[in-house]
């Protein structure tokens, strides 16, 4: 079996021929092209033996296909251009056809005889159909194929009186075998003259934007090619075309609009290549004519680039349009309504006809000034778009428009609009992947990216990169497909503790929380590399599921919050989905659960600290800040710490030495699995004290109030009096320094480093006080003077109190004897005649004294040397939760967890 075709539209299931013999046996012997499958097969006994060949021609080309079989030697051949394609074995049983059936060409039978439908009609030419009895060698094939012979089948024969015509959609015509033979990609059909005159800046950009260029001949000769073309196509719808002397104007594709003078290619900028075909005194309108026409006798003319003419484009590919913004039901390769891809098909209606591969066609309403796209299985079901023949842009259907829906697209109808675009914008070409609203190309790279690159500056509208689903509800938290519970990364970065107030045990902090999960539900559009060009409008976040977090050792009630102070963008991480010619816009798409969504903002909150005061001033703290998941449990949002852009999880950027406090290492902890129903984590702050300070005010000022007190040992072993008051003095100020620490920490139950100097230094002064009354005591007086007695003096150490003898004193004459042997003891003290014993009366003070300078200095100096050995070590032995790299421990340094 051997017959050549032509395809002019495509069908689900384009049957050449069938063979029945009986409705059961509809598919006796048949050949089809199978759209569905992009192949061709020859089958009989149904489709229990085929043979295959798995290509598709192109429209409007010839190609010959054969199929064989040798049933002795049970073979089968495909063949296609008169070259094997395929080749096997069917079975060892011939099953021969029956004989006494229906042959049809160009449908199929579902039952004897009928049963046709037209999505499964062939579309296009049948030629040189012929059945034989016996299996034809190659070389036989090759020629019939290549047109060297015209073999008739003896079984059926390819001759117009061996058939019967259908009634509709039929008719034959007659040519030449050589012609079958050619190739239909000629030069000319890749020329296409339009109509209708406009100026020249649209058809340059309009021609470039359907795929082609406006026509620009290389040479003199190549003009004259291009120009026999045109007048080829020459039709009555031309007439604005062509001059009252017959010569046909269009605009040539040369111009010097980019430098006066110089005539160039307006895509490329390079000079033409000759020097045209000008009139006589032509180009001569300097700067005010900047194109260039077609006139009389093949002329050139130099024109104002806004005037009206016709055009030649040349579309090396085809004008190749695709329809984007019909639904999926419409388009679906074998049971849709409508094509996706147009290409230019002539006329209809004097306006050009965009054609589909098969199941539509887009033309002209002269009476309604419109253009419609209508199926060609059901004429009911179209669209029609109003032009504006006013405009040259808005005349024609391409580019992105509005089409009012008469029924059959989208489950519109009525006049409902919806928007389409017609465009030879490819997704992917790299260059021309965006269209514009007239129609332009421009890479979707461009898109929204805060530059207007379309000429209509359409690429900077519609620029949302999320548009909530009609059925999302922002109330409900998401859940993944594979029921696995969301997953919420936490970010902490502190920017500065602006207080911290150890009386209160409270600190204030400034921080920026970043939460990231992902949406399944959400589908985002033409996300950009840098992420924060994807943020999102607060309206639109006021509308989606964000997570909530409490704070639950913070003084304030409320937790995380959504204002205009956040901040909500998607990161671009996943590869976007595979282009949907169902929007009309097309659009760089991404996945909801490939790209995350991550929310920022700062917030100045109070938190509580129990501060550990027992080693103050040298204390180290560890202040939390708690966070929890509002309202979900962890069967449906787990809680993470979110490193992967870095860090640990919580940050500190600030500067490192405070007012009072040097801020330590920061990190978080995950206690989600310490918690029964919600997850939660804590961010862990290490404060050390600066102790200089205090080392100023309280340890130096004590020390030098000890030493003013120690040297009261030093004065005059009878200043009593002086002695006791400086030390009195001294305790007092060391007192009043302890009172004001008080007033500088909270009051704790157990002592703090710091009381335990000052409780030293006010109980030292109180053993130096003790000390001088000591000494005191044991300075030697007098028993009945009360006067010191120092034998190394020769009166009295003090001054004798003399009264007057009482006039009733009984005693008066020992009275006197007793006056006057004091003042002789005092006038003669010393001398050898003095009857009274010799007596040192500070010999034993002297000693005390001496052991208490010795015995306080070495108790100061053990105490000093315990006191700052234990506090240095303590200070400098700091809280650690990370390494000198930065990574985490798994078992912090100078820390015990309560």
Request: proline share 4%; aromatic share 14%.
């Amino acid at each position: 079996m051997c017959f050549r075709i032509q395809i002019m539209y495509e069908r689900p299931r384009m049957y050449v021929f069938t063979y029945a013999v009986s409705d059961e046996d509809a598919n006796e012997l048949f050949a089809e092209f199978h759209l569905g499958r992009k192949a061709f097969r020859g089958c009989k006994k149904g489709t229990k033996f085929c043979g295959w060949n798995r290509a598709m021609p192109d429209f409007y080309q010839w190609i010959h296909m054969c199929l064989t079989y040798d049933a002795m030697k049970d073979q089968y051949k495909v063949y296609a251009d008169g070259e094997k394609v395929e080749s096997g074995s069917w079975s060892d049983s011939p099953f021969l056809i029956e004989a006494n059936g229906i042959a049809i060409l160009g449908q199929d039978q579902d039952n004897f005889g009928g049963g046709f439908d037209r999505r499964q009609s062939f579309s296009g030419y049948i030629t040189q159909f012929n059945i034989w009895d016996f299996s034809l060698e190659d070389y036989a094939i090759e020629n019939i194929a290549q047109c060297r012979s015209d073999n008739w089948g003896n079984l059926m024969a390819s001759k117009l009186e061996n058939f019967e015509l259908g009634p509709n959609y039929m008719e034959t015509t007659t040519m030449p075998l050589f012609e079958l033979c050619e190739s239909s990609e000629s030069e000319e059909n890749k020329y296409f003259m339009f109509n209708d005159v406009w100026s020249y800046g649209f058809y340059k950009s309009w021609c470039y934007n359907m795929g082609g260029s406006i026509a620009l001949p290389d040479s003199e000769e190549h003009f004259h090619t291009q120009m026999d073309i045109a007048e080829s196509k020459i039709e009555e719808i031309h007439e604005k075309c062509v001059h009252s002397s017959g010569s046909l104007i269009y605009w040539v594709g040369y111009t010097d609009s980019y430098e006066e003078g110089v005539w160039m290619n307006p895509y490329t900028k390079e000079p033409m290549p000759f020097d045209g075909n000008w009139e006589p005194g032509n180009p001569n309108g300097g700067a005010a004519e900047n194109c260039a026409r077609t006139y009389i006798d093949r002329k050139w003319q130099d024109k104002d680039c806004s005037e009206r003419n016709c055009a030649l484009c040349f579309f090396p590919d085809g004008m190749n349009l695709t329809m984007r913004g019909l639904c999926q039901s419409e388009t679906n390769l074998m049971e849709g309504f409508f094509d996706t891809v147009y290409f230019v098909n002539g006329f209809l209606n004097g306006k050009p006809e965009w054609r589909g591969l098969g199941k539509s066609h887009i033309y002209f309403l002269p009476p309604k000034l419109q253009w419609k796209i209508e199926s060609l299985y059901d004429p009911k079901k179209y669209a029609t778009f109003a032009a504006d023949d006013t405009r040259s842009y808005t005349f024609y259907p391409t580019g992105r428009t509005s089409w009012k829906i008469n029924s059959g697209i989208c489950r519109l109808s009525g006049g409902e609009e919806r928007r389409l675009s017609l465009t030879n914008c490819v997704l992917d070409d790299g260059r021309t992947d965006f269209t514009c609203r007239d129609g332009t190309c421009i890479p979707i790279n461009n898109l929204c990216d805060l530059t207007a690159d379309c000429p209509d500056k359409t690429d900077e509208k519609d620029c949302e990169q999320l548009i909530l689903p009609k059925d999302y509800r922002g109330e409900k938290f998401p859940i993944q497909n594979s029921g696995t519970p969301i997953g919420l990364f936490v970010n902490i970065s502190i920017l500065a503790f602006p207080e911290i107030d150890t009386l209160q045990s409270t600190y204030l902090v400034d921080f920026v929380l970043s939460m990231r999960w992902i949406d399944p539900r959400l589908q985002y559009k033409n996300l950009k590399d840098v992420y924060f060009l994807n943020s999102l409008a607060l309206d639109v976040m006021q509308n989606m599921w964000i997570p909530e977090m409490s704070l639950p050792n913070a003084l304030q009630a409320e937790g995380t919050q959504v204002d205009k102070e956040s901040t909500l963008f998607i990161v671009k991480i996943g590869k976007r989905m595979p282009d949907d010619l169902s929007i009309a816009r097309e659009a760089k798409v991404y996945r909801g659960e490939e790209c995350p969504l991550v929310i920022k903002k700062e917030y100045f909150i109070n938190f509580a600290c129990d501060f550990n005061l027992a080693m103050y001033p040298f204390d180290s703290n560890v202040c939390n800040m708690d966070f929890e998941v509002s309202g979900v449990n962890k069967d449906y949002v787990e809680l993470f710490i979110d490193t992967v852009y870095g860090g640990a999880g919580a940050e500190y950027g600030g500067a490192k030495d405070l007012l009072e406090y040097t801020v330590g290492d920061v990190t978080v902890d995950n206690l989600s699995n310490e918690t029964e129903q919600f997850g939660q984590l804590s961010a862990k702050i290490v404060f050390q004290r600066k102790w200089i300070y205090h080392l100023i005010t309280i340890f130096l000022q004590s020390v030098l109030l000890l030493a003013v007190a120690y040297l009261t040992f030093y004065f005059r072993l009878s200043n009593f009096q002086d002695r006791i008051m400086i030390s009195i003095t001294c305790m007092l100020i060391i007192s009043t320094i302890q009172s004001s620490i008080d007033k500088m920490v909270p009051k704790t139950s157990y002592f703090k480093l710091v009381d335990v100097f000052l409780l030293y230094s006010f109980n030292i002064v109180i053993v130096i006080m003790a000390i001088h009354t000591y000494m005191d005591m044991c300075i030697h007086r007098d028993e009945v003077s009360g006067m010191i007695v120092d034998k190394e003096r020769s009166r009295p150490t003090s001054v004798t109190k003399v009264e007057p003898m009482s006039e009733t004193d009984g005693s008066e004459t020992n009275s006197r004897v007793s006056s006057a042997k004091s003042i002789v003891s005092s006038m003669f003290a010393g001398s050898d005649d003095d009857i009274e014993e010799n007596t040192d009366a500070y010999a034993r003070a002297r000693k005390i004294n001496y052991y208490g300078q010795i015995g306080l200095l070495a108790s100061f100096f053990l105490f000093m040397i315990v006191y700052w050995s234990f506090a240095l070590n303590h200070y400098f032995n700091e809280i650690k939760f990370v390494d000198a790299n930065g990574e985490k421990l798994e078992h912090p340094l100078n820390w015990i967890p309560k």
